[in-house]
């Protein structure tokens, strides 16, 4: 079985805010809509230098990691149909430029309070982090 190296952002605004993507459901391996950020660790760079490429890319923004979390995994079918175990390398992170705004036109992102997380149907690795975190 391959795995994928992902680093996964909380990004955090000013007041405590969460932003989250709501994704392209034909892209989505999971059920439920909304989640928080990553990109693939591969190919030379630092963590957080890999991170922004896919943020900027995708995005329109770069973050600094303000704290290491923990890591995760999960195994599931990616884009490709094919199986994999997915190694999620977890941050809270604050936007350090640009400014968020999806380049697929079938995403979208909003900013969330903490204490209106619950409401929104989060995939499974988001819900994980956010439980763990005490956000949800």
Not at 20 to 43: H, M, S, V
Not at 59 to 77: C, G, P, Q, Y
Not at 101 to 118: F, G, M, R
């Amino acid at each position: 079985m391959n795995s994928v190296l992902m680093a996964i952002a909380v990004v955090k605004d000013d007041n405590g805010r969460i932003l989250l993507r709501k994704t392209d459901p034909a892209k989505n391996p999971y059920q439920e809509p909304w989640a928080l950020f990553g990109g693939q660790i591969d190919g030379d760079g630092t963590v957080q230098d890999l991170l922004n490429k896919e943020l900027r890319e995708r995005w329109n923004f770069s973050v600094s990691i303000t704290e290491r979390l923990w890591w995760d995994e999960d195994i599931k079918a990616d884009h490709d149909g094919e199986e994999k175990r997915f190694i999620y390398v977890d941050a809270t992170c604050t936007i350090t430029s640009g400014n968020p705004s999806p380049v697929n036109e079938s995403e979208s992102l909003e900013w969330v309070a903490v204490s209106d997380l619950s409401g929104y149907q989060l995939n499974p690795p988001t819900r994980v982090l956010l439980k763990r975190l005490q956000y949800i």
